[in-house]
């Protein structure tokens, strides 16, 4: 069983930044891809964004690109998001996602087959 814990998350004014982390269990952790989706109350789990086992590959929502950035150090098991000039509409719970053996949608919810419990980012205007 993979178990995924994420950090990071709190209270930031807009344009401020935060850095969420993702703990992964497990000794295969490079084999997959991983995911962030956040989920806003009253709207569906949105894609965020997703890196390649290798971290060779990155992809991103429309509504973050060239604001957050993801990353992961396979030596900690750990994927990072990045997250800068936040905006109120991003408040949400933050969850990672590890990508299943047949990954190939990074925004597909699908395509994860393990999910952390999420964190709280909340945005203030």
């Known amino acids: 069983q993979v178990q995924l814990v994420e950090s990071g998350g709190g209270l930031v004014q807009a344009g401020g930044s935060l850095r969420l982390s993702c703990a992964a269990s497990?000794?295969?952790?490079?084999?997959?891809?991983m995911g962030w989706f956040r989920q806003a109350p009253g709207k569906e789990r949105e894609f965020v964004a997703a890196i390649t086992g290798r971290g060779g590959s990155t992809y991103y929502g429309d509504s973050v690109k060239g604001r957050f950035t993801i990353s992961r150090d396979n030596a900690k098991n750990t994927v990072y998001l990045q997250m800068n000039s936040l905006k109120p509409e991003d408040t949400a719970v933050y969850f990672c996602?590890?990508?299943?053996?047949?990954?190939?949608?990074?925004?597909?919810?699908?395509?994860?087959?393990?999910w952390g419990q999420g964190t709280q980012v909340t945005v203030s205007s």
């Open positions: 497990g000794r295969t952790f490079s084999l997959y891809a």
């Open positions: 996602a590890r990508g299943y053996s047949r990954w190939g949608a990074p925004a597909r919810t699908d395509h994860y087959d393990y």
